[in-house]
């Protein structure tokens, strides 16, 4: 199986910075998108941004200019620079991979158990 583990969440003033990582782990045979979603009390799950293995990016509207995608291929790891933090991005932010393992050769979305991102006012 593949899984997906994040870090780098806390809790932040609005206008501030943090980096969110996450790093898949397993019997990985290949990763084709990895990305980030994001969950706020009584809201329902929703995109912030992805990335190709080839580097291609998407953003949801309300993070664009704000937040980075990233990812390093050989570590099959992803990071999300959010910059300029604002108090409605306070949400638990999952990682989310699009994975084939070896152990049968499915692709399949995989995802991880999330990290709290809190911003104050």
């Known amino acids: 199986q593949v899984q997906p583990v994040e870090s780098g969440g806390g809790l932040v003033q609005a206008g501030g910075s943090l980096r969110l990582s996450c790093a898949a782990s397993?019997?990985?045979?290949?990763?084709?998108?990895m990305g980030w979603y994001r969950q706020a009390p009584g809201k329902q799950r929703e995109l912030v941004a992805t990335?190709?293995?080839?580097?291609?990016?998407n953003y949801a509207d309300s993070v664009k200019g704000r937040f980075t995608i990233s990812r390093n291929n050989a570590k099959n790891t992803v990071y999300l620079q959010m910059n300029s933090l604002k108090p409605d991005y306070t949400a638990r932010y999952y990682c989310?991979?699009?994975?084939?393992?070896?152990?049968?050769?499915?692709?399949?979305?995989?995802w991880g158990q999330g990290t709290q991102v809190t911003v104050s006012s």
């Open positions: 989310y991979c699009d994975g084939v393992s070896y152990t049968n050769y499915v692709r399949r979305d995989y």
């Open positions: 397993g019997t990985i045979f290949n990763i084709n998108v």
């Open positions: 990335i190709t293995r080839g580097g291609s990016t």
